[in-house]
C-alpha cells in the first residue's frame, strides 16, 4: 500500500475533462501537490494509505476557479462610483480616487480583501491587472492563491510609474525579483487598452513577449464609445484593425471584454487562437455591451470568464459569474442550447487554465496535474435535489456552498475556515481605507 498526503472521498468528482463527465463513489488521491490517481473510491482504499482523509458525502468537487480577469485591490473600491457608463465611471470617479488613494500599502490590503473573497468562492487562480504588481506577487505567494500578475503599461503617469517606459522598466524588475521563481505565480504583459497605451510601448511590449514568452492580457473592444472615439481620430482604424498591424494578436494574447465585434472580428478570433475574457456581469452593470460568446466559440476562439474588478462587478464571484455567462449566451444567441452546462463550467475552469498557459498544469482533475480543486457542498435547500449535479453546480449553486479549497495540495480553506488569512485583520484593514477614501 501506497503512503501519500491527502484521499479526497466526495460524493460527486467533476473532472471537467472529458467534457459532461460525472464521477460517483470516486476518489482524489494527492502526494506532493499533485494527483497522483482518480479512482473508485473502493480500490482507493486499497492502494493508497493516507495522512490525511477527506470524506464529504453530500459534496461535488470540481478543479478550482480560474478568475480570467481582475483588478484584485480595487476590492477596496467596491460600491464607489455604481450606476454610471465606463469613461464617465473611469474618468471622473475611479482614476481620480486611485491617484489620490493607491499606493503600495492600499495595494497589498486591497488584495488580501480579494484574495479572502476569491477563496471563499472557490477561485484557486486569477488573472490580474493593477498597479505596484510586486504587491499582488507578494500576497499572492503569501496565502498560496496561484496568479497570473500583469506587468501594467500606461502612457500616463501614476504613483506606479511615470510613462510607459517606467511602466515596462518597473515591471521587468518585478518578474525577475518578484514572480519568476515563485511556482505559483507567472506574468503577463498588460497594455491597460488601446486608448491609453501608443504604438510604441506596444510593439515594444510584443518584441519582449516574444523574447520571454510572456502573454499579453489587454482590455479591447470594450465599449461602442471606444471603437467609435478610434474611428474618429486621424488614425480612422477599429481598436483591433491597429493591434492586428502592430501584430499583437495571437495564441499569447488575451482579449478582455470584446462586446463590440464584427463577424470578420470574431473569425479573427478563431484563425488567430486568441483568447477571450468574458467578463458578463462588469459589462452589463456598465452597459458596456455583451460578448458573443456562442459565436466566438463556434469560431474556435478559446473563452474564459472573469469578474473585473470588484469596483466594477461589484463582487469577485464566479459561480454568479459562469452563471450569468451561460444565461447571458443563450439570450443574445436565442438558443437556448448556446453555452449549455459543462461549457459553462468550461469558461470557468479548464479555458481559463488555456488563456493563461497552464491547461497542463491545472484546469481539470487528472492525474499528473497540480491538485487544484474545491468541494461544494450540495445539501442546501437551494441545491436540492440534485438531478444533473453538473447543472446544479452551473445555474443553482452559491459561492457560500464552497467549504474546502486547495492549491498544489494545500488547503487555503477547510471546513470554510480561511487557513492562510486572518479574515478579522483584513476587514478592519479594509474599514481603514474605507475611512480614509470615503473622507
Known sequence: MQTID?????RWLIPIEPDGLVLEDHALAVDAGRIVDVLP??????????????????????????????????ALMRGIADDLPLMDWLNNHIWPAEGQHVSRA?????????????????TTCFNDMYFFPDATAEVAAAVGLRAMIGLLVIDFPTAWASDAEDYLRKGLDVYENAIRRQPLLRAA???????????GPLLKIRELANELGLPIHMHVHETADEVNQALASPDARRPWDRLKALDLLGPDFIAVHMTQLTDDEIADCGRLGVSIAHCPESNLKLASGMAPIAKLIAAGANVMVG??????????????????????????SGDPRAVPAATALRLATLNGAKALGLDAEIGSLVAGKSADFIAVNLAHVSTTPVYDVISTLAYAVGRDQVTDVYVAGRALLRDQRLMTLDEAAVRAKAAEWRAKIKG
Open 6 to 10: 491527502l484521499l479526497v472521498f466526495p
Open 307 to 332: 469578474t473585473d474588478g470588484a469596483a466594477s462587478n461589484n463582487d469577485l464571484d464566479m459561480f454568479s459569474e459562469l452563471r450569468t455567462a451561460a444565461i447571458l449566451a443563450k439570450g443574445v
Open 41 to 74: 473510491a473502493d480500490f482507493a482504499r486499497q492502494t493508497y494509505a493516507a495522512r490525511d482523509v477527506v470524506t464529504l458525502p453530500e459534496h461535488a468537487v470540481m478543479p478550482g476557479m480560474v478568475n480570467g480577469h481582475t483588478h484584485s485591490a480595487m
Open 189 to 199: 504583459f498588460a497594455p491597460h487598452a488601446p486608448y491609453t497605451v501608443s504604438d
Open 106 to 122: 492600499y495595494c497589498v490590503d486591497g488584495v488580501r480583501l480579494a484574495a479572502a473573497e476569491m477563496i471563499r468562492g472557490g
